[in-house]
């Protein structure tokens, strides 16, 4: 776990090895201290270095441990960090690949840092819920000062080594061999003073008026934070660092680590991590999988339909390096999209500092030039008769063995694939507007699917730079399946006496970036309307007596409805659920003009309304989602709970610190939720969603398993279906 040998005579050097990042497991602490030891007592060795094997230096401690106490055994980061610091022969940490958590701290105890040019370092402890706490939030303020190191502790951000050079975390960077040129870095500060060299020694750099600056940041922190605890606990740390000696800066920093240690938000930060790795290893009901399934290279695709999502989607491909066909027949369109794709290309440069990508894209206004790609990505409205259309012209077009993807939110993938010869080489790719900037894409594929599209459509995600989910086909997929119920209680509470303001704030300070209400104003009230008239739902003036509130014996809200029919479009239109400056503008105000609708509306139906408080929103809202989420499971349209988490960390809003909705069922406790479900449904016998599906029933029955655990159940439950 821990390799050590002298070198060039005098260097003692320690190669931490523990695949697959050289994380700080207990067996390597135990090395590192033991080989340290061995290096200072040599009296052959003048000077220690210690890197990583394969390229990597080391990604900090190990999570794994965190999931339990009682693995937390070995020898303790800090001490152990503390000893290389106070070494009377120089260290100097040989930084590959990354330094990450632990791993930045261990190189932070080190006298001398030397970086590869294309290693990252950072200090990502926040994005666990955690703060650097083996020294991190002393040392690195009194290195960079404190500015600098708010920055990168309160967002956990990697930075190149260029950047580390320039604010003077890194000593020195390498082009070529870094553990050759960190040997004899070493060998050339052999016997000299380490006085200096001691960042815990350091005071922290200045700063003026830090009151000032301290308030300032933590403002911005609780504002972004959603109720995340841990930015605030790191800039807590941090102005530690700023006023105190750093004996007690480390005492703060321990206290507040306790905190964070042991909070939920930490389990479900940490949950989400791997969460994110468990979803790349992607499985069908078939039983094909992501081990077993090979892709073929994509030289060339193309994109049809240059609206909103298709330029997005245009983007994204291009930023790749692959080559792309960007088709729009409309001659407007056609010539509004090259503008906007050129410029969204330019911003794409500016923010990345990567080449731009012009030179990817040719365009086209016939469908015969996508003849020769090796994958179409069709991104025209979202009509089934238009689609439909566009996929038998594909089919006849494209060469044979060319993968028909779909940009679609809710349509039948399957209906899709079967106006193509090859219904097999179709899938469904749910793109989140903007399509070049949100991280999610659910990879849709149907029960012809092959494994080797999805392997082609999970690696193309990846190489988007998005969090990839392969789903069932079934309507609205996973995403939007969930989202429907959750959207009902919105409205079945406001026709019982809630306002949108009462339900978004509800929502919002459980942590979603935006509530139900701002959410359909964003997204547009008429998408939703369109839908409905065309499954024939909308009455005109939102129908009368008993039958008004309720469609195919369930129970219904034309709320919706009747805001479309006022022309309340939301931001659009400048007037939705809240009232804007101007059309388009996005500062949401509570419109008094709502008060008076919904008086007269339950009025109209004897609707008495009644004081709703913020945990039934939050039990309606959310219960019928997670339930929702269950029958996802139990049908079989989502591999796991972690493939829903997943889905709505990064499509939804979803505050990460809470772990993804279904690990937010098994937080509360499956007992509760199906309690609450069982309460509601009996109180609302005409919302058949909040009827506790079986699953949630049959995990309850088996005494709540853990999420990871739920699997077991979910097989079982299949199994007898
Ligand atoms: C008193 C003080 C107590 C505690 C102090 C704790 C401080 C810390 O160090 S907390 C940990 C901080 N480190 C991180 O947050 C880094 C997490 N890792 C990453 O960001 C990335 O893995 C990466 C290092 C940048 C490498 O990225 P990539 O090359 O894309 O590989 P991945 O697919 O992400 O990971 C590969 C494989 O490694 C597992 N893994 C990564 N880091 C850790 C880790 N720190 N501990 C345990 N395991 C780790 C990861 O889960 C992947 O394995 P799978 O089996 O595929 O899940």
Redesign the pocket.
């Known amino acids: 776990m821990t390799q050590y040998s002298r070198v060039s005579g005098s260097v003692g050097l320690i190669t931490l090895k523990n695949p697959?990042?050289n994380?700080?497991s207990a067996v390597v602490r135990h090395g590192i201290v033991d080989t340290v030891q061995k290096a200072l007592s040599d009296p052959k060795v003048k000077s220690v270095v210690i890197c990583g094997q394969n390229g990597?230096f080391c990604?900090?401690?190990?999570?794994?441990e965190f999931q339990t106490l009682a693995n937390m055994r070995g020898p303790?980061?800090?001490p152990m960090i503390h000893s290389i610091e106070a070494a009377d022969k120089p260290v100097v940490a040989a930084i590959e690949g990354?330094a990450?958590?632990?791993?930045l701290?261990l190189a932070l105890g080190c006298h001398y840092r030397i970086a590869h040019s294309k290693a990252k370092v950072g200090l990502?402890?926040v994005?666990?819920g955690?703060l650097?706490?083996?020294g991190g939030s002393q040392r690195l303020p009194r290195l960079i000062g404190v500015p600098a190191a708010l920055s990168l502790i309160t967002t956990g951000r990697?930075i190149t080594a260029a950047e580390a050079l320039q604010l003077g975390l890194v000593d020195q960077v390498a082009d070529h061999n870094t553990v050759d040129a960190a040997v004899k870095f070493a060998l050339s500060v052999a016997g000299q003073s380490l006085d200096a060299r001691r960042i815990s020694n350091f005071q922290c750099p200045p700063v003026p008026n830090m009151d000032a600056l301290f308030e300032d940041v933590m403002q911005k922190v609780r504002t972004t934070a959603r109720g995340a605890i841990a930015p605030i606990a790191c800039v807590q740390a941090v102005r530690a660092a700023a006023t105190l000696p750093y004996t007690q800066g480390m005492q703060r920093e321990k206290e507040l680590?306790a905190t964070l240690f042991t909070s939920g938000q930490a389990r479900a930060l940490q949950y989400c991590?791997?969460a994110q790795?468990v979803v790349g290893r992607w499985s069908m009901p078939s039983g094909a999988r992501w081990d077993t399934s090979k892709g073929r290279p994509i030289h060339k695709a193309a994109v049809i339909g240059l609206g909103t999502m298709g330029r997005g989607i245009t983007v994204a491909l291009a930023q790749t390096g692959l080559s792309v066909v960007a088709v729009e027949t409309q001659e407007k369109q056609f010539m509004e999209a090259k503008k906007a794709v050129s410029n969204m290309l330019e911003r794409g440069a500016k923010r990345s500092g990567k080449p731009l990508a012009h030179g990817k894209i040719t365009y086209s206004q016939s469908l015969q030039a996508v003849a020769d790609v090796d994958l179409v990505i069709e991104a025209v409205f979202e009509d089934m008769g238009l689609k439909k259309k566009v996929f038998q012209q594909l089919s006849a077009v494209c060469k044979p063995g060319t993968f028909l993807c779909t940009n679609t939110s809710t349509l039948d993938v399957d209906e899709l694939a079967s106006q193509t010869h090859q219904p097999e080489l179709v899938v469904g790719m749910h793109f989140f507007a903007p399509a070049h900037i949100m991280k999610l894409l659910e990879v849709v594929y149907g029960p012809r699917s092959s494994p080797e599209l999805v392997a082609v459509v999970m690696e193309l995600g990846k190489k988007m730079g998005k969090v990839s989910v392969a789903v069932g086909n079934c309507r609205g997929f996973v995403g939007n399946r969930m989202l429907k119920p959750y959207r009902d209680q919105a409205y079945f509470l406001l026709e019982e006496g809630a306002t949108p303001q009462l339900i978004d704030q509800a929502l919002e300070e459980f942590g979603f970036a935006m509530g139900a209400f701002k959410v359909s104003d964003l997204s547009g009230l008429d998408v939703g309307w369109k839908v409905r008239k065309e499954e024939g739902l909308v009455q005109p003036g939102g129908g009368s007596g008993k039958s008004a509130r309720i469609r195919n014996g369930v129970r219904y809200s034309p709320l919706g409805d009747l805001m479309c029919e006022q022309g309340r479009f939301g931001q659009k239109t400048g007037r939705g659920w809240y009232q804007y400056d101007k059309p388009g503008s996005r500062d949401a105000r509570p419109d008094p003009w709502m008060h008076s609708f919904l008086e007269e509306y339950r009025a109209r139906h004897g609707l008495v309304a009644r004081r709703i408080s913020n945990q039934e929103v939050l039990e309606r809202c959310l219960y019928a989602m997670i339930n929702e989420g269950f029958r996802v499971l139990e049908d079989g349209i989502a591999a796991g709970p972690e493939d829903i988490d997943i889905i709505y960390v990064f499509g939804y809003g979803w505050p990460r610190h809470r772990g993804g909705p279904m690990f937010y069922a098994n937080m509360v406790g499956l007992e509760i939720v199906l309690e609450r479900l069982e309460h509601y449904a009996q109180a609302n016998p005409d919302m058949p969603t909040l009827q506790p599906c079986s699953l949630l029933r049959k995990l309850v029955a088996s005494g709540s398993p853990p999420v990871n655990k739920w699997k077991e159940v979910i097989k079982n439950v299949r199994s007898q279906l």
């Open positions: 697959p990042v994380q700080l990597m990604g900090g401690a190990d999570i794994k303790p980061l800090i990354g990450f958590g632990g791993g701290e990502p402890e994005t666990l955690l650097p706490a083996a990697h680590m991590f791997f790795r």
